[in-house]
C-alpha cells in the first residue's frame, strides 16, 4: 500500500463531502409537499420509506446548519436547514416539549417521546442552527430542549423503563458521552458555569468510570457502584462507540490544552481498535463481550459505516494532537477499508450495513438510524483545515 | 442425495431427541441451588450467564412435562419439570399474577411484566404440567393466566407501549397465532365454547386475514381494518413464523377433520417456504420486506435454528396428511440443511445462530431466546407414532 499523503486525503475528502454527499441529500431527501426529510434512501437515492425518525431528522438539520457556521454560508444550505426545523417545530414535539422518536410524513406522531436521544439531537440541531440564524425561537427550543435532558438524565426512559427498579441499576455510557459532546456543541446558549461542570463530570465519567483500565476497554453499562455487573448488558462492549467518545475527549483536551488528557484519549482509542478489530475478515465488530462469551446482539459481527467513521476521526484526531504513527497507520487502514467497502462510485454516499465479510448487507443509503449525519461529520473533521 | 426413509428418520429423530438433546438439558441447564434453570449454555453446556427468562423458564417446565405425558411417565422428567414451576411459581409473578419478563438468579425480578408471551408460555407450561401432577395450584396459576391474556390481548403492551395512539394502529400476527395453539394446548382445562370461538376466529385471522393470497404470503403486522401499511412494520415478513403458524392450523384441521383447511395450510407452508428460501445459500431469512426493501432487522439474512425446525414440522405434517411430494421434498432438503450447519457432532444440541452462509454466527446452545423447547418440540412432532 502506498504511504498516503496528508494534504491530497483532506482534498480528497473535501471533494468527497462537497460534490458527493451533500449533494446526494439535497437531491434526494427533502419533502418538497411535507416539508422535513425523508431518510430512507435506496442505493440510488429512491425513496422507499416515509417516516420521519426524529433523530435524523435533527441530525440533518444540525449538518446544513454546520456546513453554513463552517464551510461556506451558502444559502441552499441554510435554507435546507431551515425547512427540516420547520417541520420539527410544527410536529416534533409533545404539548411539555418532549422529542417524539417519529413521525409519520405528514407529521403525526408514530412513536412516543420515550428516547432522550431525541431531545439531544434535536438541542444539538436548534443549537446550530441558531448559530446562523439568530432567531430566538431557535435559540429557545435549543435551551429548553437541554433543560429537559439534565431533568430527565437520571432516569431517562422514565415512564417507558422496563428494568424493575432495585434489582441491577445500571448506568448506560451513551448519555454522558452524549452530554459531554452536545455542551460542547451548544457551549453558546449556556451558563458557562454549567458547562465545565457538565465536562468535568463527563471526563471523569468516561475515562475513568466507563473505561476499565484493567481490561482496556469502555463498558456500555456499568452499576451505579461503577462495577462490572456479569449480565448481558454489564458485558457489553460497543468499540466504536468508545472510539467516538475518545474524540469527543480529545476535542475537550484541545480546548483546555490538556496535553495529558489528549495522550490518554489517544492511548485508550488505539486499545479500542486494536481490542475491536476484526483479525479475520477486518473492519470494526459492532458488538463485543468482555468475557468473550455470546453477545445477545444478533448482528455484533456486522461492520457498520459510523464505527469506521467515529474510529476514523478519532486516529485522525489522535496523530494530529499527539503525532503518534500508529494512529496514522490506523487512519491509512481504515481510510482504505472504509472506501473499498462502504464507498459506491456509482451512486455516491455510503452503503450503512455490511456483513462480517465487508459484503454489502443491506443496499440503502439511509434508512431508520442512518441519515445525513455521520458521513458529513467525520469528512469534515477529517479536513478541518479546509473549513471557515 | 439418497431418499429418505420415512422410519429410518423417526428413529434418527428419537434418538436424537432422547439420547442427546433431553440429556444436554438434564446435564447442564438444572440450578441446583435457586431452581429454574439456566437456559444461557455454551457450546458444550457451560453456563455463561446466569438471569432466568421467563419465557425459557416457561418453556423448559412445558418441554419435561410434555415428555412426561406424550413420550414416557419417567419421574426424572416430571421432577425436572417440577423444579422450574417451583421456581416460577415462587418468583415468576407480580402481585396481580402478571408474569415478569426475567429474573435473576435467585429469583428477584429483573424486568417488568410487559411481555405478553411470558403469560402465554406460562399457561402452556402449567397447563401442561397440570396434566402429569394434577396439583390444583398448578390448574389454577394457568386458568388465572389464560384470563389474564385475554383481558390483555386487545392492549397487549398496555403501559409499556410506546405507539402513539391513533396514527397507526397495527395490530400483530404473534399473538392470534399463539393463541390459536394454546387453547389447544391447555382445551382440557378450557370452557369448550371458548376454546371453539378462540380456534374459529384464530383461523380466520391467520389463514384470511395476516395471509394475503394476493402476494402468497404472511405479514407480521397489519392495520385494524386489515389492511398492508407501507412501512417497516406492515411491510415485515418472517417466513418462520408463518411456517410455524401453519403447522398449528394443520393441528387444528386434523381435529376438526377439515380437509380443505389441511389443504390450504399446506399451500400456504408451500407458498411461505419458497417465498423465504435463500437461492444463493441456502436456508430460510430471519425477515424479509414484502416489497423487496431493506428490512430494519439487521439479523434479517441469518439462518435461525427454530426457523428450520418449524418450516420442517410444517413439510412433515404436509406430507403426512396430504401426501403432497412437494412437501416430502423439502422435508428431506431442510433434514439436510439442518443436521450439516446446526447440528454438533461433538457436543450435542443444536445451534441456534447461523449467518447467511450457514456458519456459525454464535457457538451457544442456548441463550437469552434459545431454549429447551423448538428442537425438542420440533423433533417429537417429526416423530409421532413413537409416543404414548
Redesign the interface.
Known sequence: MAVMNISKTKEQYKSALLENVIPFWLQHSGDEEYGGYYT?L?RDGVV??T?KFIWLQCRQVWTFSMLYNQVSPKEEWLNFARQGAKFLLAHGMDQEGNW??SL?REG?????P?NIFSDCFAAMAFGQLYKATKNPKHLQVAKKTFDHILQRQKNPKG??S???PG??NLQSFALPMIITNLVLEIEHILNQDLVTDTIKNGIDMVTNKFYRSDLGIILENIGMDGNLY???EGRLVNPGHGLESMWFIMDLAEKQGDKKLMQKATKIALQLIEYGWDQKHDGIFYFMDV?G????Q?????KLWWVHLEATIAMAKGYLHTGNKACWDWFEKLHNYSWEHFGDQQYGEWYG?L??RGEV????KG??WKGCFHVPRAFINYGKPWRR
Open positions: 430512507c435506496n422507499f420509506d417516516d417524539y422518536f409519520n403525526q406522531p408514530l412513536i412516543q420515550y415512564k417507558y422496563k428494568a424493575y434489582t441491577r456479569d449480565s448481558f468475557k462469551n455470546p453477545p445477545q444478533l448482528e455484533w459481527d456486522q450495513y456483513n462480517r448487507l443491506l443496499p440503502l434508512g431508520k
